[in-house]
């Protein structure tokens, strides 16, 4: 039973665009919501991650926004650039024990120049 | 550079063998989790420790694989007998602390049973 389910797989947008990445859990105990980067070779690094009392967090040209009735939370990139071709993980887990993280699928993006 | 750094980079070997991993947290982070991520999927959890206590394994985590944390600071993962199906890649990450569940990823270790 996955977790944490991430969609779409893929995404092709051009630069300039907004990329939209979405992601449903089904534990009501995660309380922290991480959004992590990987290019190929490399580990996943984090971007920008939510707790739920707060509905939108911003930084720079990454959004997330969070629904906590729906058990929804979704990655806006905004005026997305070729740099940002990578693939997508959210996860997510919940504060005391291990606090380990549940990750999604991940999402290939594809931006064009 | 105060990253997660983990050794080697990569590492081929034969079916059967036994490996090594070594993974060097941040300094500060008492946290320390190890994770594997086959193709095309997300990084799945292997282990956690809190300073040298292994406090949490996987179900994933066979007998064939173990891990050790000596006076909480790098960290060891060794596969014994190895199979084609442990290739992957084993990612380290570390964490500061209880209630701060921000973690920092290594680079991997790309592990091909052949």
């Known amino acids: 039973q996955q977790q944490v389910k991430q969609s779409p797989q893929s995404l092709i947008v051009q630069k300039g665009g907004i990329s939209i990445i979405n992601c449903a859990y089904e534990?009501?105990?995660?309380?922290?919501f991480p959004w992590y980067q990987q290019f190929p070779g490399k580990g996943p690094a984090l971007l920008i991650a939510i707790r739920p009392d707060v509905s939108e967090k911003k930084e720079g040209r990454f959004t997330i926004s969070f629904n906590k009735s729906a058990k929804q939370f979704s990655l806006h990139i905004m005026d997305s650039q070729p740099g940002d071709s990578a693939t997508y993980f959210c996860a997510a887990s919940m504060t005391g024990g291990s606090e380990k993280l549940v990750f999604g699928k991940g999402m290939k993006l594809t931006v064009n120049p | 550079d105060t990253g997660v750094s983990q050794d080697p980079r990569h590492k081929i070997t034969k079916r059967g063998q036994n490996v090594t991993f070594r993974c060097d947290p941040i300094s500060e982070h008492n946290r320390l989790y190890w994770y594997r991520q086959t193709l095309g999927q997300g990084p799945e959890f292997l282990t956690y420790f809190q300073n040298e206590a292994q406090l949490e394994k996987s179900r994933l985590l066979s007998d064939r694989f173990s891990a050790e944390r000596p006076k909480g600071s790098f960290s060891t993962l060794e596969i014994q007998r190895t199979e084609q199906g442990d290739s992957a890649m084993y990612l380290c990450?570390?964490?500061?602390?209880?209630?701060?569940?921000?973690?920092?990823f290594g680079q991997g270790t790309r592990l091909t049973v052949v």
């Open positions: 534990n009501t105990a995660f309380d922290y």
């Open positions: 990450a570390s964490s500061p602390g209880t209630g701060n569940t921000e973690a920092f």
